[in-house]
């Protein structure tokens, strides 16, 4: 039996049948194959019959909790994407499920255009990685093959000349193969080291470049400056005007960030509405100067009104 996922499949477990409703009818009216169970058991016997391509798992159930079953997953199959459903409230749960290997979360209640966005783009690195999956299966069988040539040669040295012409034949034709894979690579490395919605560095990246700054700092006796960013009251922006909004806010922060720093300074989202920056060769006075520069400049940065046509100002911490 086909193991492959196929790329139109998704899967979604929640035990609240208007959610499986409303998600169900929403998603196949955009082409997607849908299956639906309400427990996480269900859920994973599905899976492992239909191979869908993502999973949509909330966080809250009885029985078998979504945390559950994104650890099932996750321990089998790291390349299938499940996307996790949290209510108000749940968001820290989401986000430290995000750093336990789930891939993305909305909220209830949900946006439609918000959730089909986050399926496509985590669909999108699917792909990808069933591409380098398929490219390394390539490379596998070829290197087997080019082994076993290199071994009759051994035996048969008479016939030395006539081989050399057929592996420098299958080498030219798996050449596209090799550049391939070393794209993927570094598009694949990209994407795990990038925060999909700000396009900073992810908590997980900023983790390792830390640690490396500060062994840096400390071998060479330099300073080091670390800055924690956090909106005020960005809890209130997405009450009020949506996830779809408070999105947008996060996305011109993150420009105001990058357009404020140096080439050498480690931008990354930390989570949810908090930022980070690493400030290699900046003492603790230049880093309050900047970190002060930096709650100005946001505080005079105009970002889109919920109507498009009022502006609205936002203030940093």
Not at 135 to 144: A, C, I, P
Not at 222 to 245: A, P, T
Request: aromatic share 8%; net charge negative.
């Amino acid at each position: 039996m086909n193991d492959r996922p196929e790329l139109n499949r998704i899967l979604i477990i929640d035990d609240d049948a208007r959610t499986l409703k409303m998600l169900k009818r929403r998603l196949e009216n955009e082409g997607y194959e849908v299956r639906t169970a309400r427990r996480g058991t269900e859920g994973l016997e599905i899976f492992a019959d239909w191979h869908p391509s993502l999973v949509l798992v909330d966080v809250n159930m009885p029985g078998m909790s979504g945390l559950d079953v994104l650890a099932e997953i996750k321990g089998r199959h790291m390349e299938i994407p499940v996307i996790l459903i949290t209510a108000y409230g749940s968001e820290q749960v989401a986000v430290d499920a995000v750093k336990r290997g789930a891939n993305d979360y909305v909220n209830k209640p949900f946006n439609s255009k918000e959730i089909c966005q986050v399926i496509q783009e985590n669909l999108a690195r699917s792909r990808v990685l069933i591409t380098r999956m398929r490219l390394l299966e390539e490379l596998k069988d070829f290197s087997y093959n080019l082994r076993t040539k290199v071994d009759q040669l051994e035996k048969d040295k008479s016939e030395l000349e006539q081989h050399k012409n057929e592996l420098v034949k299958a080498i030219n034709a798996k050449s596209k193969l090799f550049s391939d894979l070393e794209d993927a690579n570094i598009f694949l490395r990209e994407l795990s080291i990038r925060d999909s919605l700000t396009e900073l560095y992810n908590h997980l990246y900023f983790q390792e470049r830390l640690s490396e700054e500060f062994h840096r700092s400390y071998r060479y006796d330099s300073e080091l400056s670390f800055l924690m960013v956090d909106i005020d009251d960005f809890k209130r922006v997405n009450d009020l005007y949506g996830h779809q909004k408070g999105n947008e806010v996060l996305v011109g922060l993150a420009r105001v960030l990058i357009d404020s720093i140096r080439g050498v300074d480690i931008a990354a989202r930390y989570g949810g509405e908090e930022f980070a920056i690493i400030l290699p060769q900046i003492d603790i006075l230049s880093a309050r100067v900047l970190a002060e520069r930096l709650r100005i400049k946001v505080e005079n940065t105009l970002f889109p009104g919920p109507d498009n046509n009022h502006i609205s100002r936002y203030s940093q911490s």
